[in-house]
């Protein structure tokens, strides 16, 4: 069964803590929270502060997706602000390896994500030193958009290169998934689903979350 990570960017901001215990009775193994900076993607969400709010909510792992520029001058703040899991994006790493090495030793667990436009071949050379990918299967900086379908190839191909590496990562989908997309995504190899729309959008959020998790 796949791992459930709600991204929070549709919570309701003004009642946060009462969707933070929503997810808390929830199926949900992860909290996904979606940082954005305004100049690798083109949206601002929030920042340390808002994550440090969610923690004091819930004992669930706390997903952080660092979608901005010089992810090194933050990482810290995230960890102090009760990040479990830290995500940077490839394509604003220019040593990349340095990046994930700063991140576990502040002890938090590492992920690199990859924009749809960006090559799994690319992640060769760090599969072995990381806990997580998030392959985007949307461009980045908003919730609620269409997933795009050749990501189904590049969870094959992901998957192969895990396996013949013999890294431990887990293969992230984030963007577009959807109670009907996602069994598929899963039997293309996928370890945990990212869902926004699909959560908070829905009439009954706990029963979209019991249904990706089954699917
Ligand atoms: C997109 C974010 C996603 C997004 C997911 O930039 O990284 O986590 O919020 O939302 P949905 O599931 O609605 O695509
Ligand atoms: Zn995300």
Redesign the pocket.
Known sequence: MPIVAP?L??ADFLHLEKDCQLLNESEAEWF?L?V?DGRF?PNISFGPMIVECIRKTTKKICDV?L?IVEPEKYAEAFKNAGADHLTVHIETCTHLHRNIQQIKSLGMKAGVAINPHTSVSELSEIIRDIEQVIL?S????????KFIPHTMGKIRQLRKLIHETGSKALIEI????TVDNASEIVNAGADVL?????VFKSADPKKAISQLKHS
Do not use: E, I, K, Y
């Open positions: 991204s960017l549709f996904h979606d954005m993607v997706h979608m985007m949307v461009n980045p900086g908003f919730g609620g958009q984030d963007g577009g998934v990212v869902a926004g729309n699909a």
